[in-house]
């Protein structure tokens, strides 16, 4: 799939939910400044969940979908020195891509996977790989994609 970045007009979205892992708050705060920026940009309505680590992402999932027309997802998983890190991500993301494919329903990700903060610093900086934007702009594409007829 090529994505349009030029991307949609306004249309008339019901809200979109960023739901956002506040484990690393400075990761998770950059990203969300991304994020918020370009819908804001678009004229789009948000709201915020902030849990605290990326395995409470998946709870909220299903609680929330009527609310929403799309999730954007934030957050950061630092690898260390044991399992831990393979865990927490493929449990979450296992978990939050099963929902969108068994629901049909537009989630993008800048959940970090990386090997150390200096990586996670560069990802999520607006004036860096700005991935908070990214997901925003997919999240948006993937909605469109969805309700086209």
Known sequence: MVLDWKLMEPKNYKKILIISSNFYPEIS???????????KLKKI???????????????????????????IILGCVIKGETDHY???KDITLSKIYDFSYENNFPVSNALLTVENYSQALDRSKTNRK?????????CLE????????
């Not at 950059?30 to 920026?37: K, Q, R, S």
């Not at 700005?130 to 997919?138: F, H, P, S, T």
Request: charged content about 25%; hydrophobic content about 40%; overall charge neutral.
């Open 130 to 138: 700005n991935l908070g934007q990214n997901a925003a702009k997919v």
């Open 45 to 71: 309505q948000y709201e915020i969940l902030t849990v605290p680590g990326s395995m409470e992402i998946p709870l909220f999932l299903k609680k929330k979908k009527n609310d929403f027309e799309g999730y």
């Open 86 to 88: 393979n865990i927490v």
């Open 29 to 39: 705060d950059n990203l969300i400044e991304g994020a918020t920026a370009f819908l």
């Open 142 to 149: 993937l909605i469109n994609k969805i309700n086209e007829k």
